[in-house]
């Protein structure tokens, strides 16, 4: 028995708590080892998921060239990404879209659909936009 003049009330909670789990059977700490496993490897997994798609998403542009220029892509270029997911400097893609308004990879048509012209006609449309 425990009175609050002998011990402190926090102190028996302990010991009881630890007691308790102390009596517990073997296969329920193997489950509990179990799960707390399973969540930390699925949250690690996770992690390391999400880190590696957002590095190579970047990575992935740096391997390449332009295709209209035929330069490789550096970390500070500006890109213009076609509907079609090809991707070229933003300055190359400009100037072929005065040309022709189809992507230089696919030939895909790459036509603006708002109209923000003055003349609201449709022309080739801004590589940001696409």
């Not at 010991?15 to 490897?41: E, Q």
């Not at 999400?50 to 890109?79: G, I």
């Not at 300055?91 to 040309?99: A, F, G, N, T, V």
């Amino acid at each position: 028995q425990c009175s609050l003049t002998s011990c402190n009330q926090c102190n028996c909670l302990y010991k009881l708590m630890t007691s308790d789990i102390y009596h517990l059977p073997l296969n329920v700490y193997v489950i509990v080892l179990g799960i707390g496993l399973f969540v930390f490897m699925l949250s690690l997994i996770f992690c390391c998921y999400l880190f590696r798609n957002d590095l190579t998403d970047v990575l992935f542009f740096l391997q390449q060239t332009c295709a209209v220029c035929l330069e490789e892509f550096r970390t500070r270029d500006e890109l213009g990404v076609c509907p079609c997911s090809h991707a070229f400097h933003k300055k190359c893609l400009l100037k072929w879209l005065e040309i022709r308004s189809v992507c230089p990879m696919c030939n895909k048509p790459i036509l603006r659909l708002h109209t923000d012209n003055p003349q609201g006609a449709e022309g080739p449309m801004d590589p940001e936009e696409v």
